[in-house]
């Protein structure tokens, strides 16, 4: 096989790797599969949230802790080990008998998607070092090409099953024939990238020790990564009816692991890196924390789950086909010129999306507005850590991506949810004051108390009464929005004033290191944008 083959087929298994992520994401989590697992093993709202969260944490954590040993165990035998992940975890889920199984199924998924993560991002990188950023975009068109293809499929297979009464005579339920989707990807991935050579990551290949790379890495970041992990697991003890913890201890505990990663590497980091790793907060919170509530928002806005739905399916659509166009516009603006241009497109989009009112029209238009926004933040944001920091190799890669994936579950989406409650609180407590009292409840909330609606007591008032509080809620929901389109753009501010800073230190190249062609001009980014100019 020539060389160029050979890359072009890793590329593409590891693309289709990426889109095994994705339909677990959308299979597991679309709202027919949740309510028939909720009917069949009387599961609780709690434990279906358990469910979910967890499809979260071991995904982020793996990213995380694979990055370190990566190198030294190899991208084929990681990649090995998340194939017979994928594969046991989609085995045990059809075979589920009951909650505590498909939990410990959905761990396994998530651990699995974690280790494809910490393999694909440095190896696309490195086997296309002259164009980072725009194969990690053109990687990245997997997860919502993903998004759409398991949810489209998902929905045609409950559909079917459900006509003329066909589910009653196929052996076992139409959930589990919808979970079986799942292995299309995972046996065409594994099939791609049996017996390939997976190159070594352009660290190693350049001689960077891996203390460098720790170096590059330091303690300001590993205090980031510690806080958050510890949040991931005070929310872990949480939903187990645990005390979770302070966020202010937590930030103290996150001290201690930092200290000793200090003193072994004796380094702060790269202080843009920690930068990044800070505005990664706001990015996972407006693309993965809105797509999580988009569903639930717009589906309250237009009375219909399936529409709510459709949101998400559309603008992962527009992202799919948008990411394969990432280069040329990166050689025009620059990658952080892009940045800027999507956080401005994102802010205009959510500030449309929550004042549209409910005309079919103007949702979608605001949606393909914030759709062409959030395309890029993801692989972009990785193309120039990549550019930026290749001694960090796989670590700094893949903790960016890890920081996005825990902070969004451990912050970014309950916050969502807690802006929520708090406004809707508000206007039934301005608007219906006669019985906000009996409709309120206090709420512990994960870094205050505060009250919220009880859609218990909701249920029981009058008719009337109920749809006229209903529609108080759907219209706040709609206006969260608006709030969380402050999240972009201070991401925008950010960009411009990194801009700004490159600019002052003669624009933005990517940095090379020993052992490539030093002409920088071959390499993304490494020729000044037109917003540099």
């Not at 949480?238 to 996150?254: C, E, G, S």
């Not at 449309?352 to 949702?363: C, Q, R």
């Not at 008032?461 to 709609?478: I, N």
């Not at 980014?525 to 540099?532: F, H, N, S």
Request: hydrophobic letters at 50%.
């Amino acid at each position: 096989m020539s060389e160029n083959n050979h890359s072009r087929r890793l590329f593409v298994g590891c693309f289709i790797a990426l889109v095994a992520t994705a339909f677990g994401f959308a299979v597991r989590y679309s709202p027919q599969v949740l309510a028939s697992w909720q009917q069949q093993f009387t599961l609780t709202e709690e434990q279906k949230g358990t469910l979910i969260g967890v499809g979260l944490y071991p995904f982020a954590i793996s990213i995380i802790l694979m990055s370190l040993v990566v190198d030294r165990l190899g991208y084929g035998t990681t990649m090995a080990l998340a194939f017979a992940g994928h594969l046991t975890s989609t085995v045990l889920t059809i075979m589920a008998p009951n909650f505590q199984v498909l939990y410990v199924a959905t761990f396994i998924y998530a651990l699995a998607n974690g280790a494809v993560e910490a393999v694909i991002n440095p190896v696309v990188a490195t086997i296309y070092k002259e164009n980072k950023t725009h194969w990690l975009n053109v990687l990245h068109a997997g997860w919502p090409g993903g998004l759409v293809l398991g949810g489209v499929l998902s929905i045609l297979v409950g559909a079917v099953g459900g006509s003329d009464g066909l589910g009653d005579r196929l052996p076992g339920e139409i959930w589990q024939w919808q979970m079986a989707i799942l292995l299309l990807p995972i046996v065409a991935y594994g099939a791609l990238l049996a017996g390939l050579r997976f190159p070594a990551q352009e660290r190693v290949e350049a001689g960077v020790s891996y203390r460098a790379m720790l170096e590059e890495f330091g303690w300001g970041s590993a205090y980031i990564v510690s806080f958050l992990l510890i949040m991931g697991f005070s929310q872990i003890l949480n939903v187990f009816d645990v005390k979770p913890i302070d966020w202010r201890v937590a930030l103290a505990l996150a001290l201690i692991p930092a200290a000793a990663f200090g003193v072994v590497v004796r380094s702060f980091g790269r202080p843009l890196f920690v930068f990044l790793l800070l505005v990664m907060f706001l990015l996972a919170t407006t693309e993965l924390g809105t797509d999580g509530w988009i569903q639930d928002i717009m589906g309250a806005v237009l009375d219909d789950p399936i529409k709510g739905t459709m949101f998400l399916i559309y603008t992962s659509a527009i992202m799919f086909v948008l990411r394969f166009f990432a280069g040329p516009i990166v050689h025009r603006i620059s990658p952080l010129g892009l940045l800027a241009a999507s956080a401005a497109l994102a802010t205009l989009g959510l500030l449309w999306l929550g004042s549209a009112g409910t005309a079919v029209g103007a949702l979608f238009a605001a949606a393909t507005l914030y759709g062409f926004g959030k395309t890029f933040f993801w692989p972009t944001t990785l193309g120039v850590v990549s550019e930026q920091y290749p001694k960090g190799g796989a670590l700094l890669l893949n903790a960016i991506a890890g920081v996005g994936m825990i902070s969004v579950g451990t912050i970014g989406g309950p916050a969502i949810g807690t802006l929520q409650d708090q406004k809707v609180n508000a206007a039934i407590q301005q608007q219906f004051p006669e019985v906000h009292s009996t409709l309120a409840k206090q709420q512990e909330g994960q870094f205050f108390d505060y009250q919220a609606i009880d859609k218990q007591q909701v249920e029981k008032l009058p008719p009337q009464q109920r749809e006229a509080v209903t529609a108080v809620e759907r219209a706040v929901k709609q206006r969260t929005l608006t709030r969380i389109a402050v999240l972009p753009a201070i991401m925008c501010a950010c960009y411009l004033g990194l801009i700004v800073y490159f600019k002052s230190r003669g624009g933005y190249k990517a940095e090379v290191l020993a052992g490539h062609a030093a002409d920088d001009e071959k390499f993304t980014g490494g020729v000044k944008g037109a917003v540099e100019a």
